[in-house]
């Protein structure tokens, strides 16, 4: 936790936050959130000049989200065609695809917010939403509702967790099982059948 305090006390914090948020839309496998909860935890205790101010690391954390979402959607609605393809060989992708398309026909963009949570579900989301050619203007709100809603719970866990346990790795460690916990319970949502339409 020392060594992630000195990084939290510069500025350097907030590119090192940035970059990770940004890729993991296309290497699901890094640890975004468990680096933001980590600089939000320390920050909340810590006495450093430059820590990142809560609501700077926020935004900072939510930009990030959204411009990787943009990108990704940009790359799949340019590389459509390979895209479907290999979507339509894996039945969960499908499955998601056809979820997201349903939704956003609706106007009900609430499966983008879920997605954010999920494990890989942001992948999907803005992958399938660009390989499905489906309005920038229909998918870029409910985006920016989704990087909001992640980077502010997650940076909320950070910071509460430290200022009642304390900048240590066991304040991380439970405010991470938290966020856990929120993205089980979205790939849970997002799982579940939804009820057919009447008519």
């Known amino acids: 936790m020392e060594s992630v305090g000195s990084l939290v006390g510069s500025p350097w914090i ?14 699901p496998v890094l640890p975004s959130g468990v680096l933001v909860i ?3 935890t320390a920050a909340a205790a810590s006495t450093a000049a430059y820590v990142p101010d809560m609501l700077v690391l926020t935004l900072c954390a939510a930009t990030a989200s959204v411009l990787g ?8 609605w340019r590389g459509g ?8 060989r894996s039945r969960r992708l499908r499955g998601a695809q056809e979820r997201l398309g349903a ?14 949570f999920a494990p890989a579900g942001r992948s999907v989301v803005s992958l399938g939403a660009g390989a499905a050619r489906h309005r920038a203007r229909d998918f870029l709100p409910w985006s920016a509702l989704a990087g909001l809603s992640w980077a502010g719970y ?32 979205a790939g849970y949502l997002m799982r579940k059948p939804q009820p057919r339409e009447a008519g």
């Open 38 to 40: 980590t600089a939000a």
């Open 69 to 76: 979402d943009l990108v990704a959607y940009r790359l799949a």
């Open 154 to 185: 997650s940076v909320a866990l950070g910071y509460f967790g430290g200022q009642w346990l304390g900048a240590t790795w066991l304040a991380a460690a439970v405010s991470v099982g938290a966020l856990f916990a929120a993205g089980a319970g």
């Open 103 to 116: 939704a956003l026909a609706r106007g009900g963009g609430g499966l983008v917010v879920l997605a954010r």
């Open 81 to 88: 065609a390979r895209l479907d393809r290999a979507l339509a």
């Open 14 to 27: 907030y590119a090192v936050v940035a970059l990770s948020v940004l890729l993991d839309v296309f290497l």
